[in-house]
Structures are given as structure tokens and as C-alpha cells.
């Protein structure tokens, strides 16, 4: 029963990480090779700015002061795992009655 929950949440990774790879080459002009690619490497301060501001408006999340850490921006598949966390944590407040647990 894990098994075809982890699969679709490693599918859905994959999806955001294409996204995110054609959202760095069409809004922000910079190509991402893969998504293990460091992106310190590639982004100055003015992009990664850009790039908040784009996954938040392409995702419909909302990326908190407290998730600004090096760690989750170092690559495509860390800033995807951080889209899924935000995205899990704004659907479990979005549950009313529901206490989370």
C-alpha cells in the first residue's frame, strides 16, 4: 500500500521538477542541465528573487522566511520536494475540522 503512494508522489515530483526546468529556460533564461545541477552556480541574487516569485505564482504556494535556506534552493529536485512540502501543509490547513496530527 506504500508502495503506490510513494510512486505517485515520486510522479508528481518529477512533473514539478519538468516544470521547474522549463520555467528557469522560458522566464528566467537559464538553463538547468539536469536537476541535480547546482544552482548556486548558475543563479545570481536578482534570479533567485525571480525564481521565488515564479514557483510561487506557477505552484499557487507560498514559500515562508523560514524555508530560505541554501538547502532547499540548491537544485531542481530539492526546490520540488519544498513546492510538495508547502503544497502538503497548505492542504492539511485547508481541512476544517480536521486536527492534525
Given at each position: 500500500?506504500?508502495?503506490?503512494?510513494l510512486?505517485?508522489?515520486?510522479?508528481?515530483?518529477?512533473?514539478?521538477?519538468?516544470?521547474?526546468?522549463?520555467?528557469?529556460s522560458k522566464?528566467?533564461?537559464v538553463?538547468v542541465?539536469?536537476?541535480?545541477?547546482?544552482?548556486?552556480?548558475?543563479?545570481?541574487s536578482q534570479k533567485?528573487?525571480?525564481?521565488?516569485?515564479?514557483?510561487?505564482?506557477?505552484?499557487?504556494?507560498?514559500?515562508?522566511?523560514?524555508?530560505?535556506?541554501?538547502?532547499?534552493?540548491?537544485?531542481?529536485?530539492?526546490?520540488?520536494?519544498?513546492?510538495?512540502?508547502?503544497?502538503n501543509?497548505?492542504?492539511?490547513l485547508?481541512?476544517?475540522?480536521?486536527?492534525?496530527?
Amino acid at each position: 500500500m506504500k508502495g503506490p503512494k510513494l510512486q505517485a508522489t515520486d510522479s508528481e515530483s518529477h512533473r514539478i521538477q519538468r516544470k521547474l526546468i522549463a520555467l528557469f529556460s522560458k522566464r528566467l533564461a537559464v538553463r538547468v542541465p539536469s536537476t541535480a545541477t547546482d544552482l548556486r552556480k548558475i543563479l545570481d541574487s536578482q534570479k533567485f528573487v525571480e525564481l521565488v516569485l515564479h514557483i510561487e505564482e506557477e505552484f499557487n504556494v507560498q514559500i515562508g522566511i523560514e524555508d530560505f535556506e541554501i538547502e532547499n534552493f540548491c537544485c531542481v529536485e530539492k526546490i520540488a520536494n519544498l513546492i510538495l512540502r508547502q503544497r502538503n501543509d497548505s492542504g492539511s490547513l485547508k481541512i476544517p475540522g480536521r486536527d492534525p496530527k
